[in-house]
């Protein structure tokens, strides 16, 4: 959203609400549209921002920005899923050790492997998290 505001606008930006609107589509359908109102105040704009960027993210985009942090050996558990954005920042160590994407048991379950597997799980969520911030 353009912020069409001058100084001045900006000043009665906390009165405001801003809207946003998102599609809600199913298998190529748009079947409704989800409104939410934010209060200007309230709200950290480049936090949402950067957020709603990440929760665009095609499982593809994932894919890439696993590789790009160092992850590339969970690249096809995140891929034959289809985690897309949105699910990558919901995403806890639960979820990645077992439902949806057991990473525990598709890397190997060897005690030494499994140290590493914590370590690098752990150091997942913490990336992950960092998309959040």
Same mark, same amino acid.
């Given at each position: ?14 009165? /405001?609400?801003?809207?946003? $609107?998102? @599609? $809600? ?15 200007? @105040?309230? !709200? @950290? +704009?480049?936090?949402? *921002?950067?957020?709603? $960027?990440v929760r665009d993210w095609s499982p593809?985009?994932?894919?890439? +920005?696993? $590789?790009?942090?160092?992850?590339k050996r969970f690249e096809s558990a ?5 985690? &897309? ?7 806890? /160590? &639960? *979820? ?31 990336? !992950? ?5």
């Amino acid at each position: 959203m353009a912020n069409t505001l001058g100084f001045g606008g900006l000043a009665h930006m906390s009165d /405001m609400l801003r809207r946003a $609107e998102s @599609d $809600e589509v199913v298998n190529g359908e748009k079947v409704g549209t989800t409104t939410v109102h934010l209060s200007a @105040d309230t !709200i @950290d +704009w480049s936090n949402v *921002q950067k957020q709603l $960027e990440v929760r665009d993210w095609s499982p593809e985009r994932v894919k890439k +920005w696993l $590789e790009e942090c160092g992850f590339k050996r969970f690249e096809s558990a995140f891929g034959r899923e289809k985690i &897309d954005g949105e699910q990558l920042l919901e995403l806890t /160590m &639960d *979820q990645l050790k077992y439902e949806p994407l057991h990473l525990q048991k598709a890397l190997g379950g060897t005690s030494a492997k499994d140290n590493q597997l914590e370590t690098d799980l752990a150091n997942l969520l913490l990336e !992950i998290g960092k998309l959040k911030e």
